[in-house]
T-cell receptor, first 109, second 114 residues
Framework: GQNIDQPTEMTATEGAIVQINCTYQ??????LFWYQQHAGEAPTFLSY??LDGLEEKGRFSSFLSRSKGYSYLLLKELQMKDSASYLC??????????WGAGTKLIIKP | IAGITQAPTSQILAAGRRMTLRCTQD?????MYWYRQDLGLGLRLIHY???????GKGEVPDGYSVSRANTDDFPLTLASAVPSQTSVYFC?????????????FGQGTRLTVV
């Protein structure tokens, strides 16, 4: 079966760095996405990785290792507005997105 | 403002009733999707459409139907609602069903079946 695993909840301090991990087992691989979802709102796109390595975009970076079936989202200089759920999704061989349950990130002052 | 719009925002529905959730996008995207999001579970695909005139079944299609008469609209119909269909429903669109194209989501419809 297809499976995406992420921690259910994480807590971090304002100004700090946090890493949210995602492991996956899917039928084929056509890229991995990270989305941010604030409570009661729609998911919004953060990043896409299809090749191994680190993609940096401002305070957010995303890493992929296809051989390990592993990705992480790195958030630096955390701000209170970063409190949200972070969703990992893998596009499988049929170009369907398989979604993880999401990681709720709580930022404390 | 360009984007994707869902209606209604929320609805309480009696079991057994028929309901259509509306979704409209003005970005001329080819691909559109309907997901449901339940606590503790990832987004689950109900139905999708790769282009106007075609639809396909996702992971959890039972009890739902869709149509794609044109590029902009992708309504989702519950023929006879049941309590297990209580969920938040998101419509999404992307330029293509292939490759690294991000999906844009509507604001969601919170449906409660009683």
């Amino acid at each position: 079966g297809q499976n995406i695993d992420q921690p259910t909840e994480m807590t971090a301090t304002e100004g700090a760095i946090v890493q949210i991990n995602c492991t996956y087992q899917t039928s084929g691989f056509n890229g991995l996405f990270w989305y941010q979802q604030h409570a009661g709102e729609a998911p919004t796109f953060l990043s896409y990785n299809v090749l191994d390595g680190l993609e940096e975009k401002g305070r957010f970076s995303s890493f992929l290792s296809r051989s390990k079936g592993y990705s992480y989202l790195l958030l630096k200089e955390l701000q209170m507005k970063d409190s949200a759920s972070y969703l990992c999704a893998v596009m499988d061989s049929n170009y369907q997105l398989i979604w993880g349950a999401g990681t709720k990130l709580i930022i404390k002052p | 403002i360009a984007g994707i719009t869902q209606a209604p925002t929320s609805q309480i529905l009696a079991a057994g009733r028929r309901m259509t959730l509306r979704c409209t996008q003005d970005m001329r995207h080819n691909a559109m999707y309907w997901y449901r999001q339940d606590l503790g579970l990832g987004l689950r695909l109900i139905h999708y459409s790769n282009t106007a005139g075609t639809t396909g079944k996702g992971e959890v299609p039972d009890g739902y139907s869709v149509s794609r008469a044109n590029t902009d609209d992708f309504p989702l119909t519950l023929a006879s609602a049941v309590p297990s269909q209580t969920s938040v429903y998101f419509c999404a669109s992307s330029e293509s069903d292939r490759g690294p194209t991000e999906a844009f989501f509507g604001q969601g419809t919170r449906l409660t079946v009683v």
